[in-house]
C-alpha cells in the first residue's frame, strides 16, 4: 500500500472526483471502486472492507439511480441515510464517497442521454419483473467506471443477475477494469441484508426469512435432480400468508439460462418475492445431481 487514508471527503461533482482520481493514479495509486446506493448495511461495508484490501484509494459511490426504477417502483420511497453512511464508510477508511445529484449524472434527463442494453439476459428474473433495470444498472456502472477509472470494481452475490450482466459487459464492450465478487452477508437467522429490510415490520420480517429457506430446501434437494430441487424450494412458499413468489429459477452460472433436467454440477438458485409491499431477492450455489 503506498497510500494512507487521510480522511474521507465526499465528492458531489464528476469535474471534482475526476481531478482527485487523477491525481492519486499519478503518484501510483490503485483504484477500488464500491458502487452503492446508500442506505448502507453490513453487506455494503463487506464490499468496502474487501476493496480496502485490494486497492490503495477506495471511493464508494452513493447515487439513487433513477435509471433503474421503474415507474410505480420505490424511487421515492427508497431509504436515503448520507450523513450516516459517510460516517459508516470514514470509519472505514474510505478516501472518498462519490454522492453526485441526478442532474450532475444525467444532464440531458432521464430520457434524453445514451444508455447501455443489457441484452436478453437483461430481459429475464429481474428484468421481466422490472423492465429496462438492466439498461439502468449498467449504463450508471458504465458512467462510475469512466468518471473514477477504477482498477477493481467490487459488487456482492446478492445481486447475482446484476454480477453476472456487469461481468458481461466489461467483457463484451472491452472495459479495463476487474469486477470482484463479494458473498452474501445474511442476518444470524439467514435473512440477506438489504437496505429495503427497514421497510419490514415484525411479521413481515419473519416472513421474509421464507426466501432463505426455500434456498435451504432447494440445496437439500439438488443431489436428486432440478425438478426435484424447484419443487422443494418453491414448496416453501406454500403456507406464508402475504408473501407472493415472483420467480424460482435454478440457472447455470455461466449462462444464466435455466438448467435442463439432464443438468449436473454447480448451478445457481435465484429466487424473488413480494413480503407486503417489499420486493426481495436472493439466491444461493447448488450442486445439482449424484457423483453415482
Ligand atoms: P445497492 O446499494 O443495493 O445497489 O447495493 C450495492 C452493492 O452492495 C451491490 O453490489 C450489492 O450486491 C451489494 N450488496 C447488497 N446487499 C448485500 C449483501 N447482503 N451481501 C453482500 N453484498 C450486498
Redesign the pocket.
Known amino acids: 500500500m503506498t497510500e494512507v487514508a487521510a480522511g474521507t471527503r465526499t465528492v458531489p461533482t464528476i469535474a471534482e472526483l475526476r481531478a482527485f482520481v487523477a491525481e492519486r493514479r499519478a503518484a501510483g495509486a490503485s483504484i477500488a471502486l464500491?458502487?452503492?446506493?446508500?442506505?448502507?448495511?453490513?453487506?455494503?461495508l463487506?464490499?468496502v472492507r474487501r476493496a480496502r484490501e485490494l486497492a490503495d484509494l477506495v471511493i464508494v459511490s452513493?447515487f439513487v439511480?433513477p435509471l433503474q426504477f421503474g415507474h410505480g417502483e420505490d424511487l421515492e420511497r427508497y431509504p436515503r441515510t448520507l450523513g450516516t453512511d459517510v460516517a459508516a464508510l470514514a470509519a472505514l477508511g474510505v478516501d472518498a464517497v462519490f454522492a453526485p445529484t441526478v442532474d450532475e449524472m444525467y444532464p440531458r434527463g432521464r430520457e434524453g442521454g445514451t444508455t447501455v442494453h443489457a441484452g436478453p439476459i437483461g430481459d429475464r428474473y429481474e428484468g421481466a419483473s422490472r423492465p429496462g433495470h438492466f439498461d439502468g444498472v449498467l449504463t450508471v456502472v458504465a458512467k462510475l467506471f469512466g468518471i473514477a477509472r477504477p482498477d477493481v470494481v467490487?459488487?456482492?452475490?446478492?445481486?447475482a443477475q446484476?454480477?453476472f450482466l456487469v461481468s458481461r459487459m466489461v467483457a463484451d464492450l472491452d472495459l479495463p477494469v476487474r469486477i470482484e465478487t463479494?458473498?452474501?452477508?445474511?442476518e444470524p437467522d439467514g435473512l440477506?441484508?438489504?437496505?429495503?429490510n427497514r421497510f419490514l415490520d415484525e411479521a413481515q420480517r419473519q416472513a421474509a426469512l421464507v426466501l432463505a429457506e426455500s434456498l435451504r430446501a432447494a440445496d437439500a434437494a439438488a443431489a436428486d435432480g432440478p425438478s426435484e430441487l424447484l419443487a422443494e424450494g418453491v414448496a416453501a412458499f406454500g403456507d406464508h400468508d402475504g408473501v407472493s413468489l415472483d420467480y424460482f429459477v435454478c440457472v447455470d452460472p455461466d449462462t444464466f439460462l435455466p438448467i435442463a433436467e439432464d443438468y449436473r454440477g454447480r448451478a445457481l438458485v435465484l429466487v424473488a418475492a413480494i413480503v407486503g409491499s417489499t420486493r426481495l431477492i436472493d439466491n444461493a450455489f447448488v450442486e445439482v445431481g449424484r457423483d453415482d
Open positions: 464500491v458502487p452503492t446506493m446508500g442506505a448502507l448495511h453490513d453487506g455494503h463487506a464490499l452513493i439511480n467490487l459488487f456482492g452475490q446478492k445481486d446484476q454480477v463479494v458473498p452474501i452477508v445474511r440477506a441484508l438489504s437496505s429495503r
